[in-house]
């Protein structure tokens, strides 16, 4: 591995913030033109590489190689485009099954659609930090392995936790949990 690549990589380790402004530079514009081979808005790849950015700078892993950091990157990006366009075929079906026709019906929708999403980022919030953590990487659509390699925890710890918040969530919820598993949300 060339010289500058090492000494970068090492920076990233050790949370260096210049290492992140040259992660920025480096990487920024060509994991969004990636990101857009995926979600074809800029906007929505935007976001997704800095959701990708704010996850290796929160995360507590070493990476070994620079290339294994770089694939974790264009990896990551992928798995996010790819879990927002599953997300976005989900509200897209359920929205054509109900067939509506009435623009006014269509707002009333997107409202309470959004009111269930700020009822359960709510009730997420009121996790513990570990069980915060853990059940928004899995409505990320990562997978017990993968969650627990992030955390560097074990995948029984990661199943405990993840049973917790839904224990959780669904108890605070009542009935309006089954209704957003209903329409795909958890």
Known sequence: MPKREEQFLQRINAKQPEAFRELFSEFY???????????????????????VFIAVWERDAQYPTYNA??????????????????????????????????EGDDIDLKMMEEELYRLLFKTIDE????????????????????IALLLNLSILTVKTQKKRAMSYIRERLGRVY??????GII
């Open 29 to 51: 514009n060509s994991l969004v033109l990636f990101a857009i081979g995926f979600v074809e808005q800029q906007d929505v790849a935007e976001d997704i590489v800095q959701e």
């Open 69 to 102: 950091f770089r694939s974790f990157l264009y990896n990551s990006v992928k798995n996010a485009g790819l879990n927002h366009l599953k997300h976005k075929n989900v509200e897209e079906k359920y929205l054509a099954s109900l067939n509506l026709e009435d």
């Open 178 to 183: 089954f209704v957003m598993m209903s329409l």
């Open 127 to 146: 996790l513990p930090d570990k069980c915060r953590n853990i059940f928004l990487l899995h409505l990320e659509g990562k997978g017990n392995e993968e």
